[in-house]
């Protein structure tokens, strides 16, 4: 998590906000958001397995359904849904 959380896009406030937001929005599973929020990082499989607890073949079946659930067909695509939602979320809301 320090990788992440060091992102000049999260701080540790909007960490579970972003969590909860791909929750919402995209039926995942909480372990789900985390590992989508970690490829979002920039951080392969290998890395957030050692970081999560959990074998390389758990993560790649994660990523598996996070791309079917969020309509995306590469880890690029669904990088870029994420941080563009993430950005959305975090963008002030305009209050005219």
Not at 28 to 50: C, D, F, K, S
Not at 65 to 73: A, E, F, P, V, Y
């Amino acid at each position: 998590m320090t990788q992440f959380i060091a992102s000049p896009i999260l701080t540790k406030t909007n960490w579970e906000a972003a969590c909860g937001h791909l929750r919402r929005v995209y039926a995942l599973t909480p372990r789900e958001a985390v590992v989508a929020l970690r490829v979002a990082a920039g951080m392969n499989a290998r890395e957030v397995a050692e970081e999560l607890g959990i074998s390389v073949g758990t993560v790649r079946v994660h990523i598996k359904r996070i791309l079917g659930k969020t309509g995306t067909n590469r880890q690029s695509q669904l990088v870029g849904l994420i941080l563009r939602a993430i950005l959305q979320e975090a963008a002030p809301q305009d209050v005219t």
